[in-house]
T-cell receptor, first 113, second 114 residues
Framework: GENVEQHPSTLSVQEGDSAVIKCTYS??????FPWYKQELGKRPQLIID?????GEKKDQRIAVTLNKTAKHFSLHITETQPEDSAVYFC????????????FGRGTSLIVHP | NAGVTQTPKFRILKIGQSMTLQCAQD?????MYWYRQDPGMGLKLIYY???????DKGEVPNGYNVSRSTTEDFPLRLELAAPSQTSVYFC?????????????FGDGTRLSIL
């Protein structure tokens, strides 16, 4: 089955800095890669996703890049703000199978004012 | 549009008691999932369903049961509650025509077993 590794487990930055979270996956048939943000005590919510036919996607201060050859994808947050502090989960889903995603273990992002 | 609704939000159980966590979605999603999240940890898949009448085990199914009699509802049953089942439980759903659909999560049920 699919295996997703996520790094780092904790990331501490100063407000205004950039943050990068990286995930690697094992199954080359994976074709959908969502990112979820979970604030303390809240539910995970989708913030951005990317399909395997796209190399990069941006939404304001958030971007995701995908390298299919190396089987890794990354979340980039620019000009971080205290409200970006949360746990971020990556996931990978194999196309044509049961569509059950495999999640990374999460990254706790702390943005210091 | 309520999305995914979970009840109750909080519950305290005694060891050996049973209960059902309710989950309902109004988006006509075919896929539904149950996850547990222990403090400071990631999401572990308990059970999932790809449509009414079809359920399958996830990563950590022991001690739980599910049913999917309708598209909308996907209840999770704990028969003999154990302290190891203290966790936050999230239900999720997605519309799967192909593999490129995100999951929508409920607000969670915080369960303590004492």
């Amino acid at each position: 089955g699919e295996n997703v590794e996520q790094h780092p487990s904790t990331l501490s930055v100063q407000e205004g800095d950039s943050a990068v979270i990286k995930c690697t996956y094992s199954d080359s048939a994976s074709n959908y890669f969502p990112w979820y943000k979970q604030e303390l005590g809240k539910r995970p919510q989708l913030i951005i996703d990317i399909r395997s036919n796209v190399g990069e996607k941006k939404d304001q201060r958030i971007a995701v890049t995908l390298n299919k050859t190396a089987k890794h994808f990354s979340l980039h947050i620019t000009e971080t703000q205290p409200e970006d502090s949360a746990v971020y989960f990556c996931a990978a889903r194999v196309g044509g199978g049961s569509y059950i995603p495999t999640f990374g273990r999460g990254t706790s992002l702390i943005v210091h004012p | 549009n309520a999305g995914v609704t979970q009840t109750p939000k909080f519950r305290i159980l005694k060891i050996g008691q049973s209960m059902t966590l309710q989950c309902a979605q109004d988006m006509n999603h075919n896929y539904m999932y149950w996850y547990r999240q222990d403090p400071g940890m990631g999401l572990k898949l308990i059970y999932y369903s790809v449509g009414a009448g079809i359920t399958d085990k996830g990563e950590v199914p022991n001690g739980y049961n599910v049913s999917r009699s309708t598209t909308e509802d996907f209840p999770l049953r704990l028969e003999l509650a154990a302290p190891s089942q203290t966790s936050v439980y999230f239900c999720a759903s997605s519309l799967e025509r192909d593999s490129n659909q995100p999951q929508h999560f409920g607000d969670g049920t915080r369960l303590s077993i004492l």
